[in-house]
């Protein structure tokens, strides 16, 4: 506390008393848990023999709270997504906060608040973490990293390299919603919009989709930075197929088609954090579809593209008029911190 | 590049072409291992049943190149020797990269490099990471998270519940090195010492301890942030025993002692980053010295005091001229920004 105000000071990051009743008070108290709570340099989990996921994400969302979820949310669904699209199951997490001096503890305490409830949502315990602080303007206002780890056990994806022309790409709900609601959230536009992020934990709707179809998915990944453009571009890159996809069927919200038209900013890039893009092979995709529709984050999945011979290693986009354009991978920056 | 000045740009934060060639030319080239190489959004690693640790740490020393040691080597020693103080094998590491827009490419090339020579150093791979890119003055240069994965298998310590008065208290060698050692590189101080940073990967060192005396090593920990004096604390805090060190057996070199006195800073307090504190049983003292010292790593070992029954919970100094003074926990923080 300092003047009266209760905000972080950098004793809370010496390691000395005021870091010990910050993590006891504060982040022992929210993620209170068996593994944690001895507090030693590490946390202690049991495994059996197999193979676990492992996986990590820094999150430097600015503003760190805005439609639809916050930082603190963010860090979790970021990394339960990245054990998720590999057929992981999220076990444990870490937690590594980044906050600057003078940072108000009501807004960390939010932050906080909202990771213990997205943990709950999925199941996943924060084991072990982190508390660093830098001196004011050394950083802006919060980062947080989470580093995750899953058990990977069948069913799986079948991979990448088991893709192949006739495929068809699921996604499971609207693109671009999470990048532009942070977009519009932000000081020096205010756009008066009704975006929420999608920012939402995937394992739960991955695991009914891989327990309804455990032969048929052979590939997902969640369109976060770079947006749906650019995962197919790395699906396709170097391989012997294409992906072929009708403008018509990707999934836009009109507000964000709207934003995006008076930003110039092509939604195809744009972050979701709670959407999932899934290729199954062709007989696996009216359950596939059926199944992710069947769930709160699925109801609008949809079949956007197939995978196709040509033109191999290049993603094409079929437009309305019945041309093609070819999807590049984009080269720089759209949207700086939109996670 | 900008101007011709090879640096980071925003794009090399966007999940791009930048981003990708980053990755690709920098780190999977520093790292190249077959679990980090799929670049996938999680990393696949094969266990068998047991117990595991899992730890992380984020590191935002300052300034980033410091005598004995650079931000690279600091965050993997950290979470390397978190994992080995509990008795784990480091078997994995994850890698979150904080970057500002116009850090110089060569300075991270150099910290890369410098992490990717630690982990040859301790045997350990780092298998999945994330790079982010905040805008100019969003973050002071650059800030590296570390998490890590352990195998615990036997000979480990014993616990701190084991801990009993006659057990000794073991330091692997001279304290406050790399907290002085950074302080001393500061612009605003710059002291023309020859101190160097302790920074180093201990699991070697603790491996040989844990197979010289499997039964003896009641409890370890790194005197990291909050230096010997917290750590010890956090060990009394709470116990039916007490903790006395001799003021005359607390190693510190001559020019930490000089630089300390000027800087008004008990080096009692002050970090290392390649030391560890060992409590053993008695009759397994002499023999887990003779181990630490024949390792380069432990040289300088020596025993610095004793469990004892009475102040129960609190930490004793025994001074030179034969008082005694109560070690407190630090509320604040004397040394920001030290690892």
């Given at each position: 506390m300092s003047d009266g105000r209760r905000e972080i000071l950098l004793a809370h990051g010496g390691g000395g008393r005021m870091t010990h009743a910050l993590v006891r008070d504060l982040f022992l108290h929210a993620f209170d848990n068996p593994a944690l709570a001895p507090l030693e340099d590490a946390a202690r989990i049991d495994v059996t023999s197999g193979s676990i996921a492992f996986t990590t994400d820094s999150f430097v969302v600015s503003p760190v709270v805005f439609p639809g979820g916050d930082l603190g949310k963010l860090a979790v669904c970021g990394t339960v997504n990245d054990l998720a699209v590999c057929g992981a199951r999220p076990i444990a997490l870490s937690a590594g906060f980044l906050l600057e001096e003078g940072l108000p503890m009501p807004l960390l305490e939010?932050?906080?608040?909202?990771?213990?409830?997205?943990?709950?949502?999925?199941?996943?315990?924060?084991?072990?973490?982190?508390?660093?602080?830098?001196?004011?303007?050394?950083?802006?206002?919060?980062?947080?990293?989470?580093a995750g780890i899953g058990v990977l056990a069948p069913p799986l994806p079948s991979g990448a390299a088991t893709v192949r022309p006739g495929d068809c790409i699921l996604v499971s709900g609207p693109l671009a919603d999470h990048g532009m609601a942070v977009l519009s959230a932000r000081n020096e536009l205010r756009f008066d919009t009704t975006i929420e992020s999608d920012c939402a934990p995937l394992w739960d709707l991955i695991c009914a989709l891989l327990a309804a179809v455990p032969n048929g998915v052979r590939w997902m990944r969640d369109p976060t930075r770079g947006g749906f453009g650019t995962v197919l571009n790395e699906l396709a890159a170097g391989r012997d197929f294409g992906i072929e996809i009708e403008e018509a069927a990707v999934p836009f919200r009109p507000e964000v088609r709207a934003l995006s038209e008076i930003l110039g900013i092509d939604p195809l890039y744009v972050a979701c954090e709670g959407r999932v893009v899934v290729v199954v092979e062709p007989g696996s995709a009216e359950l596939a579809l059926a199944t992710m529709r069947s769930h709160p984050l699925g109801r609008e999945a949809t079949q956007t593209g197939r995978i196709v011979c040509d033109p191999a290693g290049r993603v094409v986009l079929r437009t309305r008029i019945g041309g093609t354009r070819i999807v590049e991978v984009p080269s720089g920056e759209q949207l700086p911190r939109i996670c």
């Open positions: 939010s932050i906080v608040a909202s990771m213990r409830r997205t943990c709950e949502e999925v199941g996943v315990k924060i084991v072990t973490g982190d508390t660093k602080v830098v001196e004011r303007g050394g950083l802006d206002q919060i980062f947080i990293n989470t």
